[in-house]
């Protein structure tokens, strides 16, 4: 069993930044992809960024403004999110598939607006 527990949203301006965060309640390998997703009013959840094995791929929608990456030693993913667009409001959420199981956490509101 893995506890996600995403933090880092809220409210910022277009062109502004957050960065997100996911913390699991055990030490996950490289090997296991980590990722976030993230699903507006209205919309099916769809992956934004994954991690796995220090490989790193992006949605089109995100590319050269978000960063995934993981800090081993405190068993957090984070995603830093540059250059936002009200398109990028949505609920996110962080996922990964260990051990042939799939966990989610709660997700975390990220509302882009001025």
């Known amino acids: 069993q893995v506890q996600l527990v995403e933090s880092g949203g809220g409210l910022v301006q277009p062109g502004g930044s957050l960065r997100l965060s996911c913390a699991a309640s055990?030490?996950?390998?490289?090997?296991?992809?980590m990722a976030w997703y993230r699903q507006a009013p209205g919309k099916e959840r769809a992956l934004v960024a994954i991690?796995?094995?220090?490989?790193?791929n992006y949605a089109d929608s995100v590319k050269g403004r978000f960063t995934v990456s993981r800090d081993y030693a405190k068993n957090t993913m984070y995603l830093q999110m540059n250059s936002l667009k009200p398109d990028d409001t949505a609920v996110y959420y962080c996922n990964v598939i260990y051990v042939g199981s799939t966990y989610w956490g709660q997700g975390t509101q990220v509302t882009v607006s001025s």
């Open positions: 055990k030490s996950i390998s490289s090997i296991y992809p």
């Open positions: 991690i796995s094995s220090g490989t790193t």
